[in-house]
Nanobody
Framework: VQLQASGGGLVQAGGSLSLSCAAS????????MGWFRQAPGKEREFVAA????????YYADSVKGRFTISRDNAKNTVYLQMNSLKPEDTAVYYC???????????????????WGQGTLVTVSS
């Protein structure tokens, strides 16, 4: 599966952005999906994950209550709604698809086989 992330940009602290990740292929609904981010000079870190149906999600503590992951299997797209953004949210955001039990979610990068190219989110103070 090929993934294309979009929606990044420059936003002031406290603002919102919505990221999208469009997937190719007809088997999108089989894949648990996740969002990760990587800030300059830092390792890639987990942000949010969702199972195939969207009824099971998990968030990093740093974004819980501010970010929402969702998916539309009919549109082969997963979303990340980001509210109350902080300067420390500045990073390149990546979407990824895991190969495994579609009924659950995954939080480790090594569980994900397919990665999008990333979209830059910059939050100014």
């Amino acid at each position: 599966v090929q993934l294309q992330a979009s929606g990044g940009g420059l936003v002031q602290a406290g603002g919102s952005l919505s990221l999208s990740c469009a997937a190719s292929g007809r088997t999108f609904s089989r894949y648990p999906m996740g969002w990760f981010r990587q800030a300059p000079g830092k390792e890639r870190e987990f942000v949010a994950a969702i199972n195939w149906s969207g009824d099971s999600t998990y968030y990093a503590d740093s974004v819980k209550g501010r970010f929402t992951i969702s998916r539309d299997n009919a549109k082969n797209t997963v979303y990340l709604q980001m509210n109350s953004l902080k300067p420390e949210d500045t990073a390149v955001y990546y979407c990824a698809a895991a190969v495994g039990d579609s009924g659950t979610y995954y939080i480790l990068p090594r569980s994900y086989e397919y990665w999008g190219q990333g979209t830059l989110v910059t939050v100014s103070s």
